[in-house]
Nanobody, 121 residues
Framework: QVQLVESGGGLVQPGGSLRLSCAASGTIFTINDMGWYRQAPGKQRELVAAASRGGSTNYADSVAGRFTISRDNAKNTVYLQMNSLKPEDTAVYFC???????????????WGQGTQVTVSS
Protein backbone atom coordinates (compact mmCIF):
# COMPACT_ATOMS: atom_id res chain seq x y z
CA GLN A 1 0.00 0.00 0.00
CA VAL A 2 1.18 3.47 -0.90
CA GLN A 3 -0.29 6.75 0.27
CA LEU A 4 0.38 10.31 -0.84
CA VAL A 5 -0.63 12.93 1.72
CA GLU A 6 -0.74 16.59 0.73
CA SER A 7 -0.70 19.63 2.98
CA GLY A 8 -0.28 23.38 2.76
CA GLY A 9 -3.32 24.57 0.85
CA GLY A 10 -5.53 27.43 1.96
CA LEU A 11 -6.80 30.93 1.25
CA VAL A 12 -4.34 33.60 0.17
CA GLN A 13 -4.62 37.07 -1.28
CA PRO A 14 -3.45 37.83 -4.83
CA GLY A 15 0.30 38.30 -4.87
CA GLY A 16 0.77 36.05 -1.88
CA SER A 17 2.60 32.76 -1.48
CA LEU A 18 1.86 29.21 -0.40
CA ARG A 19 3.97 26.09 -0.10
CA LEU A 20 2.43 22.69 -0.75
CA SER A 21 3.94 19.45 0.48
CA CYS A 22 3.24 15.86 -0.52
CA ALA A 23 4.72 12.92 1.37
CA ALA A 24 4.67 9.36 0.09
CA SER A 25 4.55 6.46 2.52
CA GLY A 26 4.06 2.70 2.47
CA THR A 27 5.77 -0.02 0.47
CA ILE A 28 8.23 1.98 -1.64
CA PHE A 29 11.32 0.72 -3.43
CA THR A 30 11.90 3.72 -5.64
CA ILE A 31 10.05 6.86 -6.70
CA ASN A 32 10.58 8.12 -10.21
CA ASP A 33 8.75 11.21 -11.46
CA MET A 34 6.75 13.28 -8.97
CA GLY A 35 4.47 16.10 -9.93
CA TRP A 36 1.68 18.52 -9.16
CA TYR A 37 -1.56 18.86 -11.09
CA ARG A 38 -4.53 21.13 -10.52
CA GLN A 39 -8.19 21.13 -11.40
CA ALA A 40 -10.37 24.21 -11.33
CA PRO A 41 -14.19 23.96 -11.30
CA GLY A 42 -15.50 23.01 -14.72
CA LYS A 43 -12.02 22.43 -16.14
CA GLN A 44 -9.85 19.42 -16.83
CA ARG A 45 -6.99 18.45 -14.59
CA GLU A 46 -3.77 19.99 -15.87
CA LEU A 47 -0.08 19.53 -15.17
CA VAL A 48 1.44 22.30 -13.09
CA ALA A 49 4.99 21.05 -12.55
CA ALA A 50 6.97 17.82 -12.52
CA ALA A 51 10.36 16.72 -11.20
CA SER A 52 12.35 13.63 -12.05
CA ARG A 53 14.31 11.67 -9.48
CA GLY A 54 17.47 13.15 -10.96
CA GLY A 55 16.24 16.70 -10.49
CA SER A 56 15.12 17.81 -13.92
CA THR A 57 11.93 19.86 -13.85
CA ASN A 58 9.26 21.17 -16.18
CA TYR A 59 6.46 23.68 -15.68
CA ALA A 60 3.24 24.76 -17.28
CA ASP A 61 3.68 28.05 -19.12
CA SER A 62 1.10 29.67 -16.86
CA VAL A 63 3.21 29.12 -13.71
CA ALA A 64 6.78 29.27 -15.02
CA GLY A 65 8.77 31.85 -13.11
CA ARG A 66 6.27 31.94 -10.23
CA PHE A 67 6.16 28.32 -9.00
CA THR A 68 9.07 26.09 -8.02
CA ILE A 69 8.92 22.33 -7.62
CA SER A 70 11.46 20.52 -5.49
CA ARG A 71 11.81 17.14 -3.86
CA ASP A 72 13.56 15.51 -0.96
CA ASN A 73 14.24 11.95 -2.04
CA ALA A 74 15.33 10.92 1.45
CA LYS A 75 11.92 11.93 2.77
CA ASN A 76 9.92 10.75 -0.27
CA THR A 77 8.44 14.24 -0.40
CA VAL A 78 7.74 16.73 -3.16
CA TYR A 79 7.08 20.43 -2.62
CA LEU A 80 5.51 23.21 -4.66
CA GLN A 81 6.47 26.76 -3.73
CA MET A 82 3.89 29.10 -5.22
CA ASN A 83 4.68 32.83 -5.37
CA SER A 84 2.87 35.79 -6.93
CA LEU A 85 -0.38 33.88 -6.79
CA LYS A 86 -3.24 34.97 -9.03
CA PRO A 87 -6.99 34.34 -8.78
CA GLU A 88 -6.70 32.04 -11.80
CA ASP A 89 -4.44 29.76 -9.74
CA THR A 90 -7.48 28.83 -7.65
CA ALA A 91 -7.99 25.07 -7.91
CA VAL A 92 -7.66 21.77 -6.13
CA TYR A 93 -4.01 20.75 -6.32
CA PHE A 94 -3.09 17.07 -6.54
CA CYS A 95 0.31 15.48 -6.26
CA UNK A 96 1.26 12.31 -8.05
CA UNK A 97 4.19 9.96 -8.03
CA UNK A 98 5.40 7.00 -10.08
CA UNK A 99 6.35 4.41 -7.48
CA UNK A 100 7.76 0.93 -7.71
CA UNK A 101 7.17 -1.27 -4.64
CA UNK A 102 10.14 -3.55 -5.32
CA UNK A 103 12.93 -4.12 -7.82
CA UNK A 104 10.88 -6.57 -9.88
CA UNK A 105 7.73 -4.55 -10.54
CA UNK A 106 7.35 -1.52 -12.82
CA UNK A 107 6.30 1.88 -11.50
CA UNK A 108 2.65 2.65 -10.95
CA UNK A 109 1.15 6.11 -10.63
CA UNK A 110 -0.37 7.13 -7.31
CA TRP A 111 -2.38 10.26 -6.50
CA GLY A 112 -2.93 12.32 -3.41
CA GLN A 113 -6.39 13.33 -2.21
CA GLY A 114 -6.02 16.95 -3.26
CA THR A 115 -5.70 20.22 -1.37
CA GLN A 116 -7.69 23.38 -2.07
CA VAL A 117 -5.87 26.57 -3.00
CA THR A 118 -8.00 29.71 -3.17
CA VAL A 119 -6.56 33.03 -4.28
CA SER A 120 -8.96 35.84 -3.48
CA SER A 121 -9.06 39.26 -1.90
Amino acid sequence: QVQLVESGGGLVQPGGSLRLSCAASGTIFTINDMGWYRQAPGKQRELVAAASRGGSTNYADSVAGRFTISRDNAKNTVYLQMNSLKPEDTAVYFCNAWISPNRYLPSHVYWGQGTQVTVSS
